[in-house]
């Protein structure tokens, strides 16, 4: 099936000090492509893999579960480990929790992680109907674009197809009980005005994590998609700053693929 344009993979060959970034659940790497390009403008290696069933058609979601997304993102960080002296993950929405497991799974082999609006749960009633209903219903309406920046909008899908729903949740239980096991040093970021993940999420992940370098910032200019909306600047410039702390060797030259 083909790549919806602009949800291609990104990958840059650049320094010593690598970066995988995960994107959100139903979106795809567009979301994090500017983030991505001004990392490897900067001499990183940078890697922006695009998550089984995303990028292309709900229907190809509906038979992916959270076991396929993690695989994804955990080859990547392995490549990058084999290519890197210094690795960091950073995530969006769902890309965070998976951001998370990486850490509480890989430990000293991730050196830091950045989360933006990270998502923990899947809030509302509709959350305990879905074991039942996602036999009775494929899909629900979509996540995509919660961006206060006019003009601007997400590469993602319309529906949400609701057995990949249904695995989201049992993901980010997985995900919560693991939590204790993050020790490294995290910057999270979140915006009070979060239209797809309440902040509540991004309180329980900094009271259940076991790090003790941690920086929290809010982004009162974006909804949940911060990274294509007004505080964009501000995350890429934070999370350069935060690998600039803790690593060093950063090469400033490099090659890119992606689309």
């Known amino acids: 099936m083909p790549v919806l344009p602009g949800a291609e993979p990104y990958r840059h060959e650049g320094g010593e000090v690598g970066v995988l970034l ?3 659940f139903t979106g795809s790497p567009q979301s994090l492509r500017p983030w991505a390009e001004y990392l490897a403008e900067r001499g990183l290696t ?3 893999p695009l998550l089984p069933g995303h990028g292309t058609r ?3 979601m509906q038979v992916t579960t959270w076991q396929d997304w993690y695989a994804e993102v955990d080859r990547e960080l ?9 690795v960091f993950v950073f995530g969006l929405s769902m890309g965070g929790a998976l951001t998370l497991r990486l850490a509480a799974k890989h430990g000293d082999a991730i050196s830091g992680i950045v989360l933006v609006n990270p998502a923990n749960k899947v809030h509302g009633l509709s959350a305990y109907a879905l074991p039942v209903a996602r036999h009775m219903v494929r899909t629900t309406k979509g996540l995509t674009s919660d961006i206060a920046k006019e003009g601007v909008t997400e590469v993602g899908y319309e529906r949400v197809p609701l057995h990949a729903a249904h695995s989201v949740r049992q993901f ?3 995900v919560d009980r693991e939590l204790p096991q993050v020790t490294q040093p995290v910057v999270l970021l979140h915006s009070p005005q979060d239209h797809v993940v309440p ?3 991004s309180a329980r992940i900094l009271s259940r994590i076991s790090s003790t370098d941690v920086r929290e910032i809010l982004l009162e200019q974006s909804y949940h998609v911060a990274t294509l909306d007004h ?8 999370s350069y700053a935060f690998i600039g702390r803790l690593a060093s060797g950063v090469a400033t030259k490099g090659s890119t693929t992606g689309g």
């Open 46 to 48: 940078v890697s922006l």
């Open 78 to 86: 392995r490549a990058l480990r084999e290519r890197c002296g210094r």
């Open 58 to 60: 709900w229907e190809d």
């Open 172 to 174: 980010f239980r997985t």
């Open 22 to 24: 995960c994107h959100g």
């Open 199 to 201: 902040p509540a999420d």
């Open 231 to 238: 505080d964009a600047g501000r995350i890429f410039e934070e």
